[in-house]
């Protein structure tokens, strides 16, 4: 027999979509069939499935151990967490991403910042194993692999949904820190149009729109310039795959070190001479909007990740 007591990110929901996560290898008809001999309650009284679950109620499965375990999968990678958190409260956690880590798995061998943050949130015991059936923790945005900053992670249901969707709406404004090649001079709002070509995973500009193109606009503003290079702080208007790293390349102005869009000779020579091995992007400052619901006192909080060790190399060089 298994007992649950709906928590927090359990609630919300239907009792069969909770009970398909505890039994994610059942066929829906087990589950059905299990609720109609009563042999799983909600609240010591038969179920139909389609209860809407509140915090505190309590599901029985009178089932033998064995079912319960043939019929449930739970994978979790467990590594020893390296976090550099910025900021966390009960619902987020904000994070320092370094470059040369995925923001999410792109095939299953992958170490993620979801592994991070999973296994982190079970050694501080805020988590079990026995949650991550109902609720995984994850993170809300996604940074390149090589490129460092900012990542929020929710560890809560309700962190995870309302970040999430600040996200997707792009009603927070996220700047950017890179050192470009040439010089740049002015703050500038530039526009073009973006196609996404699945099959590479590259990205190309173009000034006139086309029935595949997705709109896009970035403004820079140059923190310092000289004839070589220009340190950028970017502001995302829109939010597109690549963009600042295309689009600058675009104008001329490829990012140092960047493979994709960069120049080669040059990002050999800064790789020479200050061991520049990724593209020198970083997600610098993040600016919440006002928020309602849960996480409303973080309307307005400002939140910024220190540039890394390999910008400041380039920048003292200079």
Do not use: W
């Not at 043939?70 to 390296?82: A, C, G, T």
């Not at 960047?258 to 990002?267: E, M, P, Q, S």
Request: charged share 30%.
């Amino acid at each position: 027999m298994k007992q649950i007591q709906v928590s927090k990110n359990e609630a919300g929901q239907r009792l069969d979509k909770l009970l398909a996560k505890y039994l994610n290898k059942a066929p829906k008809s087990f589950i059905y069939k299990m609720l109609r001999k009563k042999n799983i309650t909600l609240n010591g009284k038969k179920a139909a499935g389609n209860e809407m679950l509140t915090l505190n109620d309590e599901i029985k499965m009178f089932l033998a151990d064995e079912t319960i375990e043939n019929f449930s999968e739970l994978k979790v990678d467990r590594i020893k967490p390296n976090l550099k958190i910025l900021y966390e409260d009960t619902n987020i956690m904000i994070i320092n991403k370094p470059a040369g880590i995925l923001s999410q798995k792109a095939e299953t061998s992958d170490v993620s910042m979801v592994e991070h943050v999973i296994s982190y949130l079970l050694d501080k015991g805020e988590i079990t194993m026995d949650s991550l059936q109902s609720f995984k923790p994850s993170v809300c945005n996604r940074l390149d692999r090589n490129t460092s900053g900012i990542i929020v992670a929710g560890k809560s249901l309700a962190g995870l949904q309302t970040m999430s969707e600040i996200f997707k709406e792009r009603s927070l404004h996220k700047y950017y820190r890179c050192i470009v090649n040439g010089r740049l001079e002015g703050r500038q709002l530039i526009d073009g149009y973006l196609v996404k070509d699945e099959k590479t995973n590259k990205v190309r500009i173009l000034k006139e729109e086309t029935p595949d193109s997705k709109y896009i606009r970035t403004e820079y503003e140059p923190l310092f310039s000289d004839e070589r290079i220009t340190y950028l702080e970017v502001k995302l208007i829109t939010g597109r795959s690549h963009q600042i790293r295309a689009h600058l390349a675009s104008i001329g102005h490829p990012i140092i070190g960047d493979v994709k869009y960069g120049n080669r000779t040059i990002n050999e020579e800064f790789r020479k001479k200050c061991g520049i091995s990724r593209q020198l992007l970083h997600s610098y400052r993040l600016e919440m909007p006002q928020i309602k619901g849960p996480l409303k006192y973080l309307s307005g909080r400002v939140f910024e990740a220190e540039v890394p060790q390999d910008f400041k190399k380039v920048l003292k060089g200079f």
